[in-house]
């Protein structure tokens, strides 16, 4: 079974051809948790000690004064870390003499700049000052610096969400703050606190409370709006604050992710803790970013098949997520939803219980969304993963659009669609993806039996290739390509898997009109390279060796050696199977061309027009 460690992030390789996914699995939740979920709060005393802030009041010149003076200290307060940062980098480079007394100096002066840091901007945030933004800004920059956030303390980005959560601040000193809280977060050793200290609620209470920043003071949602609730009913937000909210809660799901891929989450919030419970009721709220947030936390913690199992059998997860994809238009959230049920889709026992639930109508809706190819993407990739080793999810691929028998969509099926999205797209990942499911349609057929009769077996195949003359042409895009090795194998394994019937062969013999798909045959079974020519056949004085042809040359890695003969097998079968089910129909120069690769013969020297068009 494929197996998907990947967290909210992007994983190279075959399956996801560079594109994102998020990993999946779950912890079992006890029914009273399940339904007691204590809520996130967006606490307005985070920071102990903190004094009240000032009104916003008209600034007097002598206040005025007084902020340009602590916005000045905070600027040569940098400079004097920067300075004794310089120093020491030289001292220790050998460049300035100095002893050790000497670097254990500077390294305390250090630190006691960094301290006046906090206690300059704790100033500014009491006497609500016009320049919070600007010096949350400085901070921001100097922490993207690796030196930045070295030497800061561990409750840097605790105390920093304290200042964000004060319902007083204002929507610019908010965001500032929020902006700087992510450039913190960049390092893992504040993420490793945030876990260790129990407080990633404080971060998901800032996204929640991001939702009522833009409110009028009479709609306006509660000051410690709760995690859990689905229907925080803000006005639509002014096009200047979703400006600054958007990329901010965009940058804050970013580590979040980043967060919640790392071991420690799965120890500090289990699946019964409240911060998952409340996660998972996010997954029915309105707002996207709260959405995309609770798809990747949930992905991240699923890290086995048992909790995949859990989170589907136990707790219905994946009804909430298809009932999003049938729904929502926001192209985040889709491919949040997407990934996340692609994975979820692992674990085969799960595969019929998501198919029940309408799953393959849900996505299809993804499929025509042509103005986004990545949802294009995420939707061919979850419709192979749903129907991959899942007889029941591809006859469901295969229902009619329309069961009425007098309409047009009687004769079409899901598969016609994404067999027509195939042909349009020009994306290379989705082509790939709607292969790669026509090849697991095909081997998910081939081992129903003997669970499922071999008379269903065959009907379900006639219905295949009878409604879909074309299903054998995705395959194409996997033997022409040489990118992916492995998907090119899965494409001649196809390709022999559908010439086993006659009406498979009947759609395999078309594909072969192709002269690039036909000399990627001659290629694959000889081991050679082909040449056009007007002569007839080489003649067997002129053969390679089979046995040297299937070695390999002695430099050859043993791995793709062997992917090699696997592949001539396959092509060797495919040709065999053709002969049989389809040689009698088949132009006399193509048939013997046939033969003669079956025979072993290295190359064929005839023009390949010749051979597609016959004599």
């Known amino acids: 079974m494929e197996k998907s460690q990947e967290t909210c992030k992007s994983s190279p390789g075959p399956d996801d051809l560079g594109l994102s996914n998020l990993s999946i699995n779950i912890r079992e939740e006890s029914p009273e948790t399940e339904s007691s979920h204590s809520t996130v709060q967006n606490s307005s005393s985070t920071a102990k000690g903190l004094p009240p802030r000032a009104a916003s009041l008209s600034t007097s010149p002598r206040q005025e004064e007084k902020e340009k003076e602590m916005f000045a200290a905070l600027g040569a307060i940098f400079q004097h870390a920067q300075d004794i940062e310089g120093g020491y980098a030289l001292s220790a480079a050998g460049f300035v003499p100095g002893d050790d007394n000497w670097i254990l100096r500077n390294v305390q002066s250090r630190a006691g700049a960094l301290r006046d840091v906090r206690a300059t901007l704790d100033q500014l945030w009491w006497m609500n000052s016009q320049f919070m933004p600007a010096a949350a800004e400085i901070l921001a920059d100097a922490s993207r610096d690796p030196q930045g956030t070295k030497h ?3 409750d840097t980005v605790v105390w920093l969400l304290g200042l964000a959560s004060e319902p007083d601040t204002d929507l610019d000193d908010f965001v500032a703050l929020v902006n700087l809280v992510v450039a913190y977060l960049a390092d893992e050793r504040f993420q490793r606190h945030l876990l260790i200290d129990r407080y990633l609620e404080k971060v998901l209470a800032v996204l929640v409370g991001s939702y009522s920043r833009t409110s009028t003071p009479e709609t306006s949602a509660p000051t410690t709006p709760s995690a859990s609730a689905p229907d925080i009913s803000d006005p639509p937000p002014t096009s200047e604050a979703e400006q600054l909210l958007s990329p901010m ?4 799901n970013h580590v979040l992710s980043d967060i919640s891929a790392l071991p420690e989450f799965a120890y500090a919030y289990p699946l019964e803790s409240p911060l998952v419970g409340s996660l998972r009721l996010w997954l029915s709220v309105s707002q996207p970013a709260l959405q995309v947030c609770a798809c990747i936390m949930l992905g991240n913690l699923a890290r086995s098949d048992e909790v995949c199992s859990i989170m589907v059998q ?31 889709s692992l674990m085969p026992t ?10 393959i109508e849900a996505m299809s809706r993804l499929w025509s969304m042509e103005t986004l190819p990545q949802v294009q993407y995420s939707g061919a990739a979850l419709a192979r993963q749903v129907v991959n080793g899942s007889y029941s999810n591809v006859l469901r691929l295969l229902t009619p659009l329309s069961m009425d028998p007098d309409s047009p969509a009687h004769s079409r099926t899901y598969l016609s669609v994404l067999l027509r999205l195939c042909e349009k797209t020009d994306q290379e990942s989705t082509t790939m993806e709607i292969a790669r499911l026509v090849t697991a349609v095909c081997r998910t057929l081939s081992s129903a ?4 009769a071999p008379q269903e077996v065959e009907r379900t195949q006639l219905r295949l290739f009878g409604l879909h003359a074309d299903v054998a042409r995705p395959l194409c895009n996997l033997v022409l390509q040489s990118k992916w090795p492995v998907l090119r194998s899965e494409g001649w394994f196809a390709f022999a898997l559908m010439a086993g019937s006659e009406q498979g062969a009947a ?3 078309d594909v072969f009109d ?25 003649g067997p004085e002129n053969a390679v060796a089979r046995e040297s042809s299937e070695a390999g040359s002695a430099s050859e890695d043993p791995k793709a050696a062997e992917m090699k003969k696997i592949d001539r097998d396959n092509g060797r079968v495919l040709i065999s199977k053709l002969l049989e089910n389809r040689g009698e129909e088949m132009t006399t120069m193509r048939k013997r061309a046939f033969e003669d690769l079956l025979q072993g013969r290295a190359y064929i020297h005839r023009s390949f027009s010749q051979l597609i068009e016959g004599p």
């Open 152 to 154: 800061g303390p561990d």
């Open 249 to 252: 809660r965009n940058a804050l």
């Open 314 to 344: 136990n707790f219905n997860i994946h009804e909430p997520l298809i009932k999003s994809l049938s729904e929502t238009a926001d192209p985040q959230v889709l491919h949040a939803v997407a990934s996340f049920l692609k994975n979820l």
């Open 350 to 359: 799960n595969k019929d219980c998501i198919g029940k639930a309408g799953i």
């Open 449 to 452: 039996k003997p669970s499922v």
């Open 507 to 509: 759609a395999v013999g």
């Open 514 to 538: 192709n002269v690039d798909v036909f000399r990627a045959l001659v290629d694959v079974v000889t081991g050679q390279q082909t040449r056009e020519e007007e002569e007839g056949v080489e």
